[in-house]
């Protein structure tokens, strides 16, 4: 990330070098077709200003940093306000647009944004910026040795601001503030982002496994639900259902037969023996429902 936010010394020359091969190959052309030389010269003269007129750093760029210093100590100051999301969501794009326009973004840049995220909760993108400000050498300003014109331009008008804080005394005490909070609690924000991170994922993926598992049980009770049974099968079952309940009801009956016989044989002891005796066919009835 570093390579891309510092230019080399190189670039300036470069730039130079691509401007003079671009005006002699068109200045080449246009001498071959007729036009007087002083023409092309003042052709060429024009064309520099005009590339180093719109080549300069945007001055509106570094006051867009100097006032989102302004809104994000507004939202990070510890002053009971309550803000609402789309308050902090506009200063956060704020500093995003920063970094996508600004060629070598001030660090401070990249803690305020961290500790906005940190402030919403989306912990992911604050590891990113203050991981970065943080635990990587490179990110300190002592490290950008091959400054970008918007950087350059940057630093001294926040020079200006530190020797003469009392031209724009909220913006220098924004600064301050912010650099205040980077050193004392720069790490902190970050281990909570980590901690708050590490939490978050630990409740999704148990919430994954408890769907998972009620999935399960579902699928299972529908398949048992599901399942097709055999008409024969069935009518077996109610047949052998059936049957047991026949033999237990016969048996019944030939009980209290049985209990009936035997009472009239001792209130009658003078009686025939054989008045009450069974006949044949029922007895064979009895053996065979026996045999079963």
Known sequence: MDNKLQKRKSGALKENS??????GLIGTMLYIAGFPMFVIFFFGIFAYFLWKTFSQPSRNGTREVFEFYLSANEVLRDDERRWFGFEVQEVIVRGERILQMMNGAPPLVYFTLG???NKIGDHKSAISHLAYVTENEKADESSYV???PDLRNYARILRKIEREPSEAPQTSSAVRALER????RGKIILENSRLQLK???????????EQKAQLDKLAI???DNAAPKSVVQNSEEFASQNGRNHSEQINTQNFENRNTQNKRMTEEPNADPFVNRKPISEVLHDIYDRKQ
């Not at 691509?18 to 005006?23: N, S």
């Not at 939490?199 to 496994?209: C, R, S, T, V």
């Open 18 to 23: 691509q401007y003079a091969l671009a005006f």
């Open 115 to 117: 500790a906005l995220y």
């Open 146 to 148: 091959y400054p970008s």
């Open 181 to 184: 909070a980077r050193r004392n």
């Open 199 to 209: 939490e978050l994922e630990g409740k999704k993926e148990q919430a994954m496994l």
């Open 221 to 223: 009770v529908n398949a």
